[in-house]
């Protein structure tokens, strides 16, 4: 597998697995209803460095994305944010760990002190995921995300240092 750098062109590779992972409402706060206009800006925003992982072994196929950018700005720029997403259809091969590790890599090179999570899931499977690269959760926001089979559930907000 390739971690590169995304480039404009990639996004209409990137949208296929993007639209299907939002749309099922489970694991991310945004409109379930973003159409891809919104959904492009919103994931290859010009303060967003993205990230995608092709696959070698399949005609370089677009696997999974995600993107790294300050969570805030002024003194406390120096906390990253970043969001993943990995294709439903490649899970379970390892790509959603190979890329954090790279994403989390890259952020210290790039002078992040921590990166934090603002709204993961409580129900989303990738938080055993982020506790084992180092991440723990701060706190919960009981009953924010209404979760289309659990109902309502917490987002937690998970940081790790860098």
């Known amino acids: 597998m390739l971690i590169r750098e995304a480039t404009a062109q990639d996004w209409d590779r990137i949208w296929p697995f993007w639209s299907r992972i939002v749309s099922a409402g489970d694991t991310y706060a945004w409109d379930p209803d973003t159409d891809e206009p919104a959904a492009r800006a919103l994931w290859m925003a010009p303060s967003h ?24 700005g002024g003194p406390a ?29 890259r952020a210290r090179r790039d002078g ?38 659990h109902g309502t559930v917490g987002l937690n907000i998970m940081f790790r240092e860098l």
């Open 49 to 72: 460095r993205v990230f995608v992982v092709e696959d070698e072994d399949e005609d370089g196929t677009l696997v999974a994305s995600a993107y790294l950018r300050p969570n805030y």
């Open 77 to 105: 720029a120096h906390i990253a944010n970043a969001g993943f997403m990995v294709d439903p259809e490649q899970t379970g091969r390892g790509i959603g760990r190979r890329l954090a590790e790279y994403v989390i890599d």
């Open 112 to 149: 992040y002190a921590g990166m934090v999570f603002n709204a993961v899931v409580e129900t989303n499977p990738a938080t055993r995921l982020w506790e084992t690269l180092g991440f723990r959760v701060l706190g919960t926001v009981p009953g924010a995300f209404r979760h289309p089979e």
